[in-house]
């Protein structure tokens, strides 16, 4: 091969180069080769290019040329370039070899792509050395798809394709098998890895605490000893107990593993042999699904159970994360803390009590199998059959798991549940509906919702002490016991005046019957607003030692005294409830004598500071969460009477502010509250305490101490008696029936309402005895009650039971406020202050006769009184007028 081909110098290596034309200069040569020829002299009809059909290649479809005749010219037009000869050979070149001066165009007319740049050979290689290699470009076997150009056409068939030989037909069969598995690959493989994936990162899986927060679980009420369950709430979903990872036994697990999913310790969250068996079952009508303990857990966390390929695919994607995330103790601990087993018991725990009153924990192989395999089935958890049958696969699947020996199979006996809600007395305790929804409002102000007690399982610490709780249940029995009046009611609270814990809560009968003769549920009575009667004067007498007065302060204590704006005389309930004209505070209220307090507020204390006392003291009103009214638009407040109306359970409350030396204790009926873990939300640390009366500790218990000194001598005179070693102090009130049109004569002695409030240093209690509104009671001799008839002799009855054997206490002694009454001996009466007051009411009240009851005081004797004829009650304020013979405040 010559090197006539080669790229000038300064070119582009190998480049194709054209043809050189008659008188252009043949340029350089190469090192080597021999000098090219000089172009022949132009002319008019110039020398044309030699023939080019002497064995060279013609262009494709180009007719093959005659020879030309020696020495004979191109018939071409002088002075006109000649085309290169065909073939491209330079004259006299050999017929075969390559075209000299340019390169070939390649068949079919097409030129070639350009070849790679080569770098410029040195002096020293190749062709100057003698180590050329010889390199031509047709020679590239990238050209031979051009030879398949120039075949002559295939055979077509009758619809116009070529007829493919075997070969081709095999090639081609090859190629679509092989573009239908790639295809394949990419659906069933490709995009579903990449789509899991995805899934993967977007699904959130549920955490142990977000799941235990859904789950709801028994309010567990325990008694102020802190270990005495009071009783249990079940929520409506079903009893649970939620354990903790460590907390259920191997046995347990493996047989539920047995069960649900045997290589639960093994599988990545989903099984893929489980999956496939699954589909074949439901192709041939089998039964048994794919999910694994993990897919189950995921379903129930999430309570999503719709039959969606979306939801079964999320849930394979959160079972394989939640793998990842938390090891297998983890997992099947929260699937049996929620799994449903029958029974109402939802969790393991609930379940080992239900059928066995046992602890998980205690479970034997045999229970234990029993209760794995009702998880398939908890609706048939009381059909013997069922039972049966599943226990003995699953005792079977144990062994061949090697979780069970083959001897201890043998041994094994179906165990025998208990019968259906025979433990259901023993949660329940002695919690009863009423005290149950109290305590869950006190817990729902303070931001702990019924909701958030399941969610928790909360566990409740009652400062309910069972001791106090028999006693008071005891005494209103007693109380109660052989009285005929139908109409009759009675409720009991008391107080620790320590901590204003709630000690006992008797409300009234548990269930009643309605109009129909049905039972329904009883009242809570201890939490119903009444008339307090002349048990409200301590609050009077405690606006007026705040602003100054004392026990010693005369006020004139005649019956029938007259007051600016008031229409009618206010009375005391008979003679010997009267003091005459010079009568102290003390004694006032010890006989309660009505004209001496309501002399008190309408002149000097006014209607807001009795309302003012008695809030310090605790009464709750409707606006701050209680259920007392009291109303100072009028003066009917300073015995009790009128729209204003207080609870058993704020009475005793109150009382226990002076019982505790003038601190006041918020009431309540929680101590502790803690979740289910025994996490503690809050403790008595956080109820609130305070001085009561004043701001300064000290004044507040002086207050409290002389409000104690005038209520002691209330007790006997009301034929009561404190326990034995204990000092006590009280105060009864009654309120009269207002007869309605149609009354016989008789129903004008008869009252409606009565009290009994008193308390020890340790335990202040409040007795109601009356009837569901304005209704007129009496007693078991057919006589009108009163506050020392049946509420009085209750409350001592309570104390005595309750205190019996308790230290003996005493109450703390304080220096009198104002004048000492033990320094009193005569002082005149004083007219402006009594019965020409200075002051007159702003407003005269409407005669509403339930707004205006007459009040009296306590009577020691049934004989005592004044008899005459009963008058009706004063407009604006005339409590105590009218009081028929033998009446009380």
Not at 205 to 217: C, F, G, H, I, N
Not at 662 to 673: A, C, I, P, R, W
Not at 802 to 830: I, Q, R, S
């Amino acid at each position: 091969m010559t090197d006539d081909n080669r790229s000038w110098p300064n070119q582009e290596p190998d480049a194709p180069r054209r043809g050189q034309w008659p008188g252009e200069d043949a340029g350089p040569a190469w090192p080597g080769e021999s000098p090219r020829r000089a172009t022949p002299p132009r002319g008019n009809a110039g020398p044309s290019w030699p023939a080019g059909d002497e064995g060279g290649r013609q262009w494709p479809g180009e007719q093959p040329r005659r020879p030309q005749a020696p020495g004979g010219q191109s018939g071409a037009a002088g002075g006109r370039r000649q085309p290169p000869p065909s073939g491209g050979r330079r004259p006299g070149q050999p017929p075969g070899s390559p075209p000299q001066g340019f390169r070939q165009p390649p068949p079919g007319g097409r030129r070639p792509e350009p070849e790679p740049e080569r770098e410029p050979d040195l002096i020293t290689h190749h062709a100057h050395n003698g180590t050329e290699d010889g390199y031509e470009p047709y020679d590239d076997d990238r050209f031979d798809e051009f030879a398949d150009d120039v075949e002559p056409q295939q055979e077509l068939d009758e619809k116009g394709r070529k007829v493919l030989t075997p070969a081709q037909r095999k090639k081609r069969r090859w190629k679509i098998i092989r573009r239908v598995a790639y295809a394949c690959v990419g659906v069933f493989f490709v995009v579903p890895a990449i789509a899991f994936v995805i899934t993967y990162f977007m699904v959130d899986v549920p955490t142990a605490e977000s799941v235990a927060a859904l789950q709801s679980q028994p309010i567990t009420y325990y008694y102020a000893d802190g270990k005495t369950v009071m009783g249990k709430e079940v929520p409506k979903s079903g009893n649970r107990q939620l354990l903790k990872p460590g907390e259920i036994p191997d046995v347990v697990k493996h047989a539920v593993y047995s069960a649900e999913d045997a290589t639960f310790e093994t599988n990545s969250g989903f099984d893929v042999t489980g999956i496939l068996r699954a589909v074949f079952n439901q192709a041939t009508g089998g039964q048994g699904g794919g999910s694994t303990i993990s897919q189950q857990y995921i379903k129930k966390a999430t309570e999503n159970d719709a039959p969606t390929l979306t939801r079964k695919w999320t849930e394979l994607a959160k079972s394989f994360k939640m793998n990842n995330q938390q090891s297998k103790e983890e997992i099947i601990t929260g699937y049996l803390n929620i799994v449903y087993f029958g029974r109402g018991a939802n969790g393991i725990q609930a379940a080992a009590k239900s059928y066995f009153n046992k602890d998980a924990k205690d479970l034997s192989a045999s229970e234990a199998a029993l209760l794995a395999g009702l998880i398939q089935g908890p609706s048939k958890s009381e059909n013997q059959d069922y039972a049966q049958r599943r226990w003995t696969y699953v005792m079977d699947q144990m062994v061949a798991n090697k979780w069970l020996r083959a001897d201890e199979r043998t041994a094994a006996q179906f165990p025998t549940p208990i019968p259906k809600n025979a433990n259901k007395e023993q949660d329940s305790g002695k919690m009863t509906y009423q005290l149950q929804q109290r305590i869950k409002e006190e817990l729902g102000a303070k931001g702990y919702d019924e909701t958030k007690l399941f969610a928790t399982g909360a566990k409740i610490y009652t400062t309910i002490d069972p001791a106090a709780q028999d006693a008071a249940d005891q005494a209103v029995q007693q109380g109660m016991k052989g009285q005929t009046d139908e109409k009759l009611l009675a409720a009991l609270v008391a107080v620790d005046p320590k901590t204003g814990g709630i000690l006992a809560y008797n409300y009234g009968p548990e269930t009643v019957k309605d109009k129909d003769g049905q039972d329904a549920i009883g009242q809570d009575r201890a939490n119903q607003a009444r008339n307090p009667g002349s048990s409200m004067k301590p609050f009077d007498l405690t606006g007026f030692l705040k602003m100054g007065g004392g026990l010693g302060d005369i006020f004139d204590g005649s019956d029938n005294r007259k007051f600016p704006g008031v229409a009618k005389p206010v009375r005391n309930a008979g003679d010997n409830e009267s003091c005459g004209p010079q009568c102290t505070v003390a004694r006032a209220m010890e006989i309660s004598a009505n004209t001496v307090f309501y002399d008190m507020v309408f002149n000097k204390v006014k209607p807001k500071g009795v309302v003012t006392a008695a809030k310090q003291a605790g009464v709750r009103t409707t606006d701050e969460g209680g259920t007392a009214t009291l109303f100072d638009g009028d003066n009917n407040i300073s015995l009790g009477g009128g729209k204003t109306q207080v609870a058993p359970r704020d009475m005793a409350s109150a009382y226990a502010s002076f019982a505790s030396g003038g601190v006041y204790h918020e009431q309540h009926f929680v101590s502790k509250l803690t979740n289910g873990q025994d996490e503690v939300e809050f403790d008595e640390n956080n109820i609130k305490s305070n001085p009561a009366f004043d701001n300064d500790a000290a004044k507040s218990q002086q207050i409290a101490g002389n409000v104690t000194e005038a209520l002691k001598p209330v007790i006997g005179h009301s034929s009561l008696k404190c326990p034995t070693g204990h000092e006590c102090a009280g105060k009864t009130g009654t309120q009269q029936y207002s007869p309605k049109e149609g009354d016989p004569a008789s129903y004008n002695n008869l009252n409606a309402q009565t009290w009994m409030v008193g308390y020890t240093p340790s335990v202040s209690a409040a007795v109601w005895v009356g009837g569901d509104g304005n209704q007129p009671l009496h007693d078991a001799k057919g006589k009108p009650i009163f506050g020392s008839t049946i509420a009085g002799p209750t409350w001592a009855n309570f104390l005595n039971l309750y205190l019996k054997g308790k230290p003996a206490e005493k109450f703390d002694k304080v220096e009198p406020l104002g004048k000492d009454v033990n320094e009193v001996t005569t002082t005149p009466p004083k007219p402006s202050e009594t019965a020409t007051p200075t002051e007159t009411p702003t407003s005269t009240p409407s005669p509403t006769p339930t707004e205006t009851p007459t009040e009296t005081e306590t009577s020691t004797s049934r004989t005592r009184g004044r008899p005459g004829p009963t008058t009706p009650s004063l407009p604006g304020g005339g409590d105590g007028l009218g009081r028929p013979p033998g009446s009380e405040g």
